[in-house]
T-cell receptor
Framework: KAGVTQTPRYLIKTRGQQVTLSCSPISGHRSVSWYQQTPGQGLQFLFEYFSETQRNKGNFPGRFSGRQFSNSRSEMNVSTLELGDSALYLC??????????????FGPGTRLTVL | DAKTTQPNSMESNEEEPVHLPCNHSTISGTDYIHWYRQLPSQGPEYVIHGLTSNVNNRMASLAIAEDRKSSTLILHRATLRDAAVYYCILRRVSGNTPLVFGKGTRLSVIA
C-alpha cells in the first residue's frame, strides 16, 4: 500500500499570499488530520476531517481552513500568510475518526517558508 | 487533557537496550498510552500503544506501571536508525481526540 503523500514538498511564499496544501491518505483511510510543526511550538493539531466533515479543530485562527473530498483526499488553505506561518505541515490518515486505539500514519510533510 | 512528562534527551550506545520513561500522573482510567517517534526529516510514525498490560511488537516493548502513572518504552537493541524524537501521548477512549504531542525525548544513538 502506498503511504500518505503530500504535495508540494516545499513551498516558498511571501507575506499576504495564500497557499493550498494537498494530502492523499492511505487507500481505504477515511480520516485525515493536519498538524503544524515549528521549532518553538512543536507539533500542534490543526484540524481533522472524516467523511468530508470536520470533526475536530485546533486552536488556530480562521486563516487556516481545510476540506476533504469524497475520495478522502484533503486540502488545507492558509490565507493572508504571516512570517509565523513558516512551518512543516504534516498530514496524517487513519481508518477511523479518532479513537483511543486508532493509529495515525503521517506523510513526509510540506515545508512552507514565508518571506 | 492529561499531561505527559518526558526527559528532553537521552543517549544510548548502539546495540544496547534503551529505556525511555514517561510520567503521566494524571492519567484517567480511560486513557490509552501511545508512543510515536519522529526520525530526522520525516513525519512521526506509530511505535506502540497499551492500556494496562505490557505490550510487545516488532519495534519495541511498552512497560506500564501497575498504577499507570508512568510507562517505559523499551528498545531492545538500539540501532543508529532509532535516533529520533520519541513522543509519549495519552488518548481518551471516548470521543474523537486528536494526538496531543509534547516536547518528546530526543534519543541519540552512538556507534
Amino acid at each position: 500500500k502506498a503511504g500518505v503523500t503530500q504535495t508540494p514538498r516545499y513551498l516558498i511564499k511571501t507575506r499576504g499570499q495564500q497557499v493550498t496544501l494537498s494530502c492523499s491518505p492511505i487507500s481505504g483511510h477515511r480520516s485525515v488530520s493536519w498538524y503544524q510543526q515549528t521549532p518553538g511550538q512543536g507539533l500542534q493539531f490543526l484540524f481533522e476531517y472524516f467523511s468530508e466533515t470536520q470533526r475536530n479543530k485546533g486552536n488556530f485562527p480562521g486563516r487556516f481552513s481545510g476540506r476533504q473530498f469524497s475520495n478522502s483526499r484533503s486540502e488545507m488553505n492558509v490565507s493572508t500568510l504571516e512570517l509565523g506561518d513558516s512551518a512543516l505541515y504534516l498530514c496524517a490518515s487513519s481508518q477511523l475518526a479518532g479513537g483511543s486505539t486508532d493509529t495515525q500514519y503521517f506523510g513526509p510533510g510540506t515545508r512552507l517558508t514565508v518571506l | 487533557d492529561a499531561k505527559t512528562t518526558q526527559p528532553n534527551s537521552m543517549e544510548s550506545n548502539e546495540e544496547e537496550p534503551v529505556h525511555l520513561p514517561c510520567n503521566h500522573s494524571t492519567i484517567s482510567g480511560t486513557d490509552y498510552i501511545h508512543w510515536y517517534r519522529q526520525l530526522p526529516s520525516q513525519g512521526p510514525e506509530y511505535v506502540i500503544h497499551g492500556l494496562t498490560s505490557n505490550v510487545n511488537n516488532r519495534m519495541a516493548s511498552l512497560a506500564i506501571a501497575e498504577d499507570r502513572k508512568s510507562s517505559t518504552l523499551i528498545l531492545h537493541r538500539a540501532t543508529l536508525r532509532d535516533a529520533a524524537v520519541y513522543y509519549c501521548i495519552l488518548r481518551r477512549v471516548s470521543g474523537n481526540t486528536p494526538l496531543v504531542f509534547g516536547k518528546g525525548t530526543r534519543l541519540s544513538v552512538i556507534a
